[in-house]
């Protein structure tokens, strides 16, 4: 099998530092058989609907199993089953739930374009050849999506179409993908990294409400200078995603209140699957900034996600709006040593 031949090089040439992959294989797919696993790899195979029609197979598990914080890899047939549509043809699980694959007819090798997103999982860049056997090309529909790498030939004739694409579903994540990276010409590098993107592994590092308003000076200031966030953060000596950090803020500015000095664990969270918001310029008093934290924190506690917006007196404020809202609370906590009565934000 060719995911196992990948993932066997990848173990034999320590492809992914620090990291060891253990595998088993099974016919049957149900909770009980996933259960001692972090990921759940569905190859090439007749057709995404054989899988979903498969009496040998849950798809209720399958969901169960994603939404729950695990992860799904599916290639090929498996990219089919695992996409929200198949355009035309039939519905699949939907672990990827905002993804619709288009189903072309063509075998053979053909070229895809590693994206920025791409270049970052895989340490590198450009237009690499695949071997190709009638697997989706993919778009977004009603959601956010990262996309690992595009068709970067015509002869689908979807050029510019998602070849790799992560999406998330509930606590979980899902990658999608459309070549075979398994086979030859093979990429064990790649195939283990959509996996370990796909199991999203978090240490239980924690850190502090000192540590966290440090950067969130750091936050503030990086936001008004350039418009934008940063990529990332960097706390206790990792890297933490925004949507991390916004559950960071969230619980910091909750301690900071009560004068409570309990590390905080750094957890795993999906970002916004569709950020929006529209609110207007003005102030937002102590109390209700605390209710939103609280908020904050029992939503992506629920849904393993940060939320698109959070409602506020002045409207829905964005997600990203959010994260520099509660920086710029943790770091008048850094500077002064207490929260602020109140918080001035603009849209």
């Known amino acids: 099998m060719g995911i196992e031949s990948a993932l066997k090089t990848a173990n034999t040439n320590h492809l992914v530092a620090g990291y060891n992959f253990t595998y088993a294989t099974s016919t049957v797919i149900n909770s009980a058989t996933l259960a001692p696993y972090d990921v759940?790899?569905?190859?090439?195979?007749?057709?995404?609907?054989?899988?979903?029609?498969?009496?040998?197979?849950?798809?209720?598990?399958?969901?169960?199993?994603?939404?729950n914080g695990k992860g799904?890899?599916?290639?090929c047939a498996g990219a089919y089953s695992g996409s929200y549509y198949v355009n035309g043809m039939y519905y699949?699980?939907?672990v990827a739930p905002h993804v619709i694959s288009e189903h072309p007819d063509q075998e053979g090798n053909l070229t895809v374009q590693i994206t920025s997103a791409g270049q970052q999982l895989f340490g590198y860049g450009g237009i690499i050849t695949m071997a190709h056997y009638n697997g989706p090309a993919m778009y977004a529909s009603g959601g956010s999506i990262v996309t690992f790498a595009t068709y970067a030939d015509n002869i689908l004739g979807y050029k510019g179409y998602g070849a790799i694409i992560g999406d998330y579903y509930g606590k979980g994540r899902s990658v999608l993908v459309?070549?075979?990276?398994?086979?030859?010409?093979?990429y064990p590098d790649i195939v283990a990294k959509l996996i370990l993107w796909a199991a999203n592994p978090t240490t239980s590092t924690t850190t502090t409400t000192n540590q966290i308003a440090t950067t969130a000076s750091t936050v503030k200031t990086f936001y008004e200078t350039n418009k934008r966030l940063p990529n990332y953060v960097t706390l206790s000596n990792q890297q933490v995603t925004l949507p991390q950090y916004l559950?960071?803020?969230?619980?910091?500015?909750?301690?900071?209140?009560?004068?409570s000095t309990t590390p905080i664990t750094i957890s795993k969270v999906n970002p916004a699957s569709a950020p929006t918001g529209n609110f207007k310029s003005g102030n937002i008093m102590k109390s209700e900034y605390l209710s939103i934290a609280q908020s904050l924190i029992t939503f992506i506690n629920t849904n393993g996600r940060a939320p698109n917006y959070v409602t506020t007196s002045l409207g829905k404020m964005s997600y990203n709006t959010t994260v520099y809202f509660?920086?710029?609370?943790m770091s008048f906590y850094k500077t002064n040593n207490r929260l602020p009565n109140y918080v001035s934000i603009t849209p």
């Open 178 to 186: 459309g070549p075979h990276p398994e086979l030859d010409p093979q």
């Open 72 to 75: 799904y890899l599916g290639i």
């Open 247 to 259: 559950y960071l803020l969230a619980k910091s500015t909750i301690q900071a209140n009560s004068g």
């Open 92 to 94: 699949g699980w939907g």
């Open 40 to 67: 759940l790899a569905m190859p090439g195979g007749t057709s995404g609907l054989n899988y979903i029609s498969s009496n040998g197979i849950s798809g209720t598990a399958i969901k169960n199993f994603v939404a």
């Open 326 to 329: 509660f920086s710029k609370i």
